[in-house]
């Protein structure tokens, strides 16, 4: 974290440990969620870390308005009983990437406005969601202006009452579906959120498709065989010089300010 930036990190037992800084409990969370209350420290934080297990049951407006936020891991979070995610990430307007991969929605009721204001996401991998509970997706994407992919799977169904998913998809001037399908001003709402297929349009694509993860490549002497790593040098006695100690680890840098209640 730099000198004019914060991590926001989140766990639930006191600990000695201060390789963040000044570290702040996090109480059992209620339905009001893991709210961060205090606006000037909303627009100082860089960082969100969920360092131990953490089983909220409702999370709405949980880390909105981190609009300098560029980093989250949200691993620990346990969200098998969370019903409300409304607003969750609202306005995290400098994330441009989001692991979600951890994450039961199998309880989540409310999605609305879920990524709302998001304006740096460039893709979604939502392919964790199951949205068979959900009621209200309202504005769930909305003035995602940079979003050009999201990527899902035949869990993410809708079945919403009238209104309910209106301006899911309104300003995601980026968004194309799997089959090629573009944003339209014409189709905002939730009726576009599945898989994109011939003779059913929609701005989701395949988790199936999505890029898999490439293994580092091994590299090359100019020989063409694959490169040795180099031998230690020898001491005049025979045997392996000592390796070099690795060097010192940097002090941390101490988050003064940083005393957020959640």
Known sequence: VGDDGYALVLQSSPSADTSYGRLV??????????????????????EVIVRDTLRPSGLPHAFAYLDQ????DLSKLDT??????SNMFERCSSLTSLDLGSFDTSS??????????????TSLDLGSFD???????????????????IYA???????????CGDNAFS???????????????????????????????GYFSDKASSPAPQPPT?????????????????NSGGSAAAAPSAPAKAAPVSLAKAQVTV
């Open 25 to 46: 409990q996090c109480e059992p969370a209620t339905d009001s969620g893991l709210l961060v209350g205090d606006i000037e420290m909303q627009h100082a934080i860089t």
């Open 69 to 72: 936020c560029t980093s989250m």
């Open 80 to 85: 098998s009983s969370v019903t409300d995610m």
């Open 108 to 121: 989540v009721t409310d999605m609305g406005c879920m990524f709302g204001g998001c304006q740096s996401l």
């Open 131 to 149: 949205t068979s509970s959900v009621t209200d997706m309202r504005s769930m994407f909305s003035r995602c202006s940079l979003l050009e992919t």
């Open 153 to 163: 799977t035949g869990k993410y169904t809708t079945a919403l009452e009238e209104s």
């Open 171 to 201: 300003g995601c001037l980026s968004l194309r579906g799997g089959n090629g399908t573009k944003y339209s001003d014409s189709h905002t709402d939730a009726s576009y959120a599945r898989i994109d297929a011939p003779g059913q349009p």
């Open 218 to 234: 091994s590299s090359t002497n100019p020989g063409g065989g694959t490169a040795q790593p180099p031998t230690a040098p020898s």
